[in-house]
């Protein structure tokens, strides 16, 4: 039997087909199977929210929401603290036994495909106006943003850094310390794996 309530959400990745599941998102609006709240949500508002969720009962109307999580998830309450919100929430629907299902939705792409289409995106144009500054070339910019589909599952200003940042900004040199040292990948790996194992539906652009 299908759940009287819902929190849908799906993580906006950059170049992951998120923009075409927005469209199906706000065709189950216009259809009134739930209400759209996308492409950011502002900390104020999700603390609200979270706050909301805990004071729910059997006596209220059970929400239905199609959650696009995209840009500025980062900034206030991070993503990662989000994420463990949400786990939790789901918890506490359950224990209470109130009828609102909680699921969460993200794709991944095979890496180069995935990075060729980014580059051409937002990259190109830059290095073609600045190469001093971003790079001459696909290899020059790939080799400064290693496993960029990770950083950007782990935080959505990852996007950012990828598209505005210089070769030389200190973030991408970070970004670049966290993959060569082992220590620091084998922390970054169990973080990204972490993020992916709380997801309901991971899917591919395939």
């Known amino acids: 039997r299908p759940a009287a309530g819902f929190i ?18 706000l065709s189950n609006e216009r ?3 739930c209400v759209y709240w996308g492409y950011q949500q502002r ?12 004071n729910l009962s059997a006596a209220d109307v059970p929400p ?24 939790e929430m789901r918890a506490d629907l359950r224990q209470r036994a109130l009828d609102v299902r909680v699921l969460l939705v993200v794709r991944l792409r095979e890496p180069l495909s995935h990075y060729i289409s980014y580059y051409l995106w937002t990259v190109a144009e830059r290095q ?18 290693p496993n960029l589909q990770s950083e950007l599952l782990l935080s959505s200003k990852a996007a ?3 598209s505005y940042a210089g ?6 040199e970070e970004w670049g310390r966290r993959w060569a040292r082992p220590g620091l990948a084998a ?7 972490r993020a992916v194992a709380s997801f309901d539906i991971l899917g591919t652009n395939d």
């Open 64 to 87: 239905r929401i199609c959650i696009e999580a995209h840009t500025h998830i980062d900034y206030g309450t991070p993503w990662l603290q989000r994420l463990a919100q949400l786990e």
């Open 128 to 145: 073609l106006r600045n190469p001093a500054k971003y790079g001459r070339d696909f290899e020059s910019w790939v080799r400064s943003v």
């Open 187 to 193: 922390e970054r790996r169990a973080a990204v794996l």
């Open 8 to 25: 849908l959400l799906d993580r906006h990745l950059e170049k992951n087909a998120g923009s075409t599941f927005r469209e199906l998102l």
């Open 160 to 162: 950012f850094t990828a």
């Open 167 to 172: 070769l030389a900004h200190q973030e991408v």
């Open 43 to 54: 900390s104020p508002v999700w603390s609200d929210f979270v706050a909301l969720m805990r």
């Open 31 to 33: 259809k009134g199977n």
